[in-house]
C-alpha cells in the first residue's frame, strides 16, 4: 500500500507537470471507483482547470475551479502520466490534462475518487490525525503516551498522524531502538522524542529516494521506487540486522507482519 512517502513523489511529479491545465478528457472504464457517482465527478470536473494538488497522509486532493477530487490509491492503486503501453483491464479512468494522460490503474480495486469539499481539509477526513510530516511534537506525544497497545499498532493509528504504515513503522522504530510491542504509556518523553525524530528522518528519507517499491507502486512517470536498498529491518527478517549482526526477527502485532532486532530493541 502506498504511504506517505509514495504519495507524496506523486503529488510532487503532479504539481510540475499539471498546475494550471484543463481536464479536457475524461474516460471513465470503471464507474464504481468514483464516489458519490462517475456522472457527478464527470460533471464536476471535466473542462475545469486544476489549481491546486495537496496530500494528508495517505490521500491527495486535486482542486479544480470549483471541485475537489480526492484520490486514494489504498492497496494497489497507481497514477501515471502518458504510458505508452495500451491500457490493459486494471486501466479504470483516464484524465487528459491539455494533452497529458494521466492513467488511473488499479489491480485490487480498493482505490477511490470522491468528491469533496474542500481542498485542503476535506470533511470525508476530518477522523484521521495531521499528516505525519506537518505533526508537532506536544500533541503527537500525547495522545501517543495515553495508548496501552503496542507501539507498532500506534504507530499504524491514523488518528494519531496520517501516513505511516507498515514500513515506515518498523523502519522507525528501529531507528529509535524501540521494541514493536513496547506500550507507548511506558515510554520516556526522551523515548517517544526520538522516535518522533526518527519516524520524520525515515520518512524524509524516503521521498528523497522515491519510495519504497515490492511489488506495486509505481512513480508518477511508471518506475518503481528506490527506497528498498536502505530498509534496515522491514521484511529482512532471517538476514542480519546491519548494526549488532543479529538475526532479524518477524512477528504479528495486530495481524500485521512486523520487523525488529530483538539485540537492538529490547
Same mark, same amino acid.
Given at each position: 500500500?502506498? /504511504?506517505?512517502?509514495e504519495? =507524496?513523489?506523486?503529488?510532487?511529479?503532479?504539481?510540475? !507537470?499539471l498546475?494550471?491545465?484543463?481536464?479536457?478528457?475524461?474516460?471513465i472504464r470503471r464507474?464504481?471507483? #468514483?464516489?458519490? *457517482?462517475?456522472?457527478?465527478?464527470?460533471?464536476?470536473?471535466?473542462?475545469k482547470?486544476?489549481?491546486?494538488?495537496?496530500?494528508h497522509g495517505k490521500?491527495?486532493?486535486? +482542486?479544480f475551479?470549483d471541485?475537489?477530487?480526492m484520490?486514494h490509491?489504498?492497496?494497489?492503486?497507481?497514477?501515471?502520466?502518458?504510458?505508452?503501453?495500451?491500457?490493459d483491464?486494471?486501466t479504470?479512468?483516464?484524465f487528459?490534462?491539455? +494533452?497529458? &494522460?494521466?492513467?488511473?490503474?488499479?489491480?485490487?480495486? #480498493?482505490?477511490?475518487?470522491?468528491?469533496v469539499?474542500?481542498p485542503?481539509?476535506p470533511?470525508?477526513?476530518?477522523?484521521?490525525?495531521?499528516?505525519?510530516?506537518?505533526?508537532? %511534537?506536544a500533541?503527537?506525544? =500525547?495522545k501517543?503516551?495515553?495508548?496501552r497497545?503496542?507501539?507498532?499498532?500506534a504507530?499504524?493509528?491514523?488518528?494519531?498522524?496520517?501516513?505511516?504504515?507498515?514500513?515506515?513503522?518498523?523502519?522507525?522504530?528501529f531507528?529509535?531502538?524501540?521494541?514493536?510491542?513496547?506500550?507507548p504509556? &511506558?515510554?520516556? =518523553?526522551?523515548?517517544?522524542?526520538?522516535? #518522533?525524530?526518527?519516524?520524520?528522518q525515515?520518512?524524509r528519507?524516503?521521498?528523497?529516494?522515491?519510495?519504497?517499491?515490492?511489488?506495486d507502486?509505481?512513480?508518477? *512517470? @511508471?518506475?518503481p +521506487?528506490? %527506497?528498498?536498498? !536502505?530498509?534496515?529491518?522491514?521484511?529482512r527478517?532471517g538476514?542480519?540486522?546491519?548494526?549488532?549482526?543479529?538475526?532479524? /526477527?518477524?512477528i504479528?502485532? @495486530? @495481524?500485521?507482519?512486523?520487523?525488529?532486532?530483538s539485540?537492538?530493541q529490547?
Amino acid at each position: 500500500m502506498p /504511504e506517505l512517502p509514495e504519495v =507524496e513523489n506523486i503529488v510532487l511529479a503532479m504539481r510540475e !507537470k499539471l498546475i494550471g491545465k484543463k481536464l479536457s478528457q475524461l474516460n471513465i472504464r470503471r464507474a464504481d471507483i #468514483f464516489e458519490p *457517482s462517475s456522472g457527478a465527478v464527470r460533471k464536476a470536473i471535466l473542462g475545469k482547470k486544476l489549481n491546486s494538488i495537496h496530500r494528508h497522509g495517505k490521500y491527495m486532493i486535486l +482542486g479544480f475551479d470549483d471541485a475537489n477530487l480526492m484520490i486514494h490509491l489504498r492497496m494497489t492503486g497507481q497514477l501515471i502520466l502518458n504510458s505508452a503501453d495500451t491500457p490493459d483491464k486494471h486501466t479504470h479512468a483516464l484524465f487528459d490534462f491539455d +494533452g497529458n &494522460e494521466v492513467r488511473y490503474r488499479d489491480i485490487r480495486r #480498493f482505490g477511490r475518487l470522491t468528491l469533496v469539499d474542500h481542498p485542503e481539509n476535506p470533511g470525508a477526513i476530518k477522523h484521521i490525525g495531521p499528516d505525519m510530516l506537518k505533526a508537532g %511534537f506536544a500533541d503527537w506525544s =500525547e495522545k501517543m503516551s495515553r495508548r496501552r497497545i503496542p507501539a507498532k499498532a500506534a504507530l499504524l493509528d491514523q488518528k494519531i498522524a496520517a501516513g505511516i504504515g507498515n514500513i515506515y513503522a518498523d523502519e522507525a522504530l528501529f531507528l529509535a531502538k524501540i521494541h514493536p510491542l513496547s506500550k507507548p504509556c &511506558e515510554l520516556t =518523553e526522551d523515548q517517544l522524542r526520538e522516535l #518522533f525524530k526518527r519516524i520524520k528522518q525515515v520518512l524524509r528519507l524516503a521521498i528523497k529516494h522515491g519510495g519504497t517499491t515490492f511489488m506495486d507502486f509505481r512513480d508518477f *512517470s @511508471g518506475k518503481p +521506487g528506490n %527506497f528498498r536498498r !536502505k530498509l534496515r529491518v522491514f521484511q529482512r527478517d532471517g538476514e542480519p540486522c546491519r548494526d549488532c549482526n543479529s538475526t532479524l /526477527e518477524k512477528i504479528k502485532v @495486530g @495481524g500485521r507482519s512486523t520487523h525488529f532486532c530483538s539485540q537492538c530493541q529490547k
